[in-house]
């Protein structure tokens, strides 16, 4: 598929520590190498400043500035030259200061926008290092983990997500400013949570439909893997009509408005989704496995998902592999990358030397490999 979206050219000017980078790429896959502390995972993360979820470090955007730079900030920017199915656009990322406070300004041909950026900018799933603790970490994490890899086949999940929370943190506060007894109010919020909570809900449970059957049907030699939904409102939706959730959905929101004015949560809804993995013929908890199973466990969920992309629409889509090959088996990073190629999808990967990836005849061709410290690419 030659419609897929690739970058072209990366330019970055005082990004991290980057005084100035530019990159020209002409291949589907991306092996950026070089010494630790070179900048290979700063240019990732540069690139997925485009997301317009959530950034790959969480960093504060002040960090992301050089330290040394001295001049305006006009002198920082990440630039792309895309190329989206055969029609070449720039977009670029800058930063302006508010009240102390910076603030991410994207511009797409050179003119700043507030349009649609979903549609312009394109998708980014990131594999950071972070994620192989992911059994073992809070349930926002694996939430976030679930919805990321949907974002990529649905891009109104994303919009559903940012209504459902805003209509949350609205009825926190008008609890927080009017106790219960703006009930009217209240009903009102409370019906918009009800409504994006179950396209949410039921958009996650029946991507992990998906992503269980991809799950059992990966090669013999792997465990056998199940994911279970855990959040109260999902196990709901796995037992009752849709129609019977809604209501006990909608009650029991009102039935916790004073819990939640005392905790200032939400203690019921899409926002507490949770799921667990379990090795199917033990039923074990895979958090119970050895560090180095999970990182393979987490790998054939992503795998799985990668499966998923061959029956979806995901052409926006570009993925970055932040040093995976230092804690992955080859042959299981061979069998990410090959489904990725054939897929067409534009991936970066970070490496310290990366040699039995170009060494291997098969990614020879495919991949442009590039020396971070080349001193062709930058100015310093
Ligand atoms: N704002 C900044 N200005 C200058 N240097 C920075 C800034 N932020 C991070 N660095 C430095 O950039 C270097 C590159 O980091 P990183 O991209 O993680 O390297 P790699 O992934 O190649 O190991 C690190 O030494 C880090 O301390
Ligand atoms: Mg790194």
New binding site residues.
């Given amino acids: 598929m030659d419609s897929n979206i690739r970058i072209e050219k990366l330019t970055l000017n005082n990004f991290?520590?980057h005084k100035f980078l530019k990159l020209d790429i002409s291949k589907n896959m991306v092996l950026i190498y070089?010494?630790?502390?070179?900048?290979?995972?700063?240019?990732l993360?540069s690139i997925s400043l485009f997301d317009t979820s959530h950034g790959f470090k969480a960093s504060n955007l002040s960090?992301?500035?050089?330290?040394?730079l001295q001049g305006p900030l006009e002198m920082f920017g990440v630039n792309l030259l895309l190329n989206d199915s055969n029609n070449l656009k720039k977009i670029g990322i800058g930063l302006k200061k508010t009240m102390d406070k910076f603030q991410k300004i994207i511009s797409i041909e050179g003119k700043k926008t507030r349009g649609d950026l979903i549609k312009n900018t394109p998708n980014i799933y990131s594999v950071i290092p972070k994620m192989t603790f992911l059994f073992q970490s809070n349930s926002e994490e694996r939430r976030n983990f679930l919805d990321k890899m949907i974002f990529v086949i649905d891009s109104n999940h994303k919009k559903n997500i940012l209504d459902y929370e805003k209509h949350k943190i609205e009825r926190i506060k008008i609890l927080k400013k009017w106790k219960i007894q703006n009930g009217e109010w209240l009903d009102a919020v409370e019906k918009k949570m009800v409504s994006y909570g179950l396209i949410i809900s039921d958009n996650r449970r029946n991507f992990l439909k998906k992503l269980n059957f991809m799950l059992a049907n990966i090669d013999k030699e792997f465990p056998l893997l199940q994911i279970k939904l855990k959040g109260d409102l999902d196990k709901l939706l796995l037992e009752k009509p849709a129609i019977e959730v809604e209501e006990i959905f909608a009650s029991t929101l009102k039935k916790n408005r004073e819990k939640d004015l005392l905790t200032g949560r939400t203690n019921y809804g899409a926002n507490k989704t949770d799921f667990n993995v379990l090795e199917k013929e033990s039923h074990k908890d895979v958090k119970l496995f050895s560090t180095g199973q999970q990182k393979t466990i987490l790998f054939l969920l992503i795998f799985a998902f990668i499966k998923c992309l061959e029956q979806a629409p995901y052409n926006k889509t570009i993925f970055l592999l932040?040093?995976v090959f230092s804690y992955l088996d080859n042959k299981f990073v061979n069998m990410v990358l090959e489904k990725l190629n054939e897929l067409k999808v534009q991936t970066w990967m970070?490496d310290v030397k990366g040699d039995w990836i170009f060494e291997n005849n098969k990614y020879k061709e495919i991949i442009d490999r590039i020396n971070?410290d080349d001193k062709r690419f930058k100015v310093n």
Avoid: A, P, Q
Avoid at 34 to 43: D, M, R
């Fill in positions: 991290r520590n070089g010494e630790n502390g070179s900048g290979k995972t700063s240019v993360e960090e992301i500035i050089n330290n040394d932040d040093d970070t971070i």
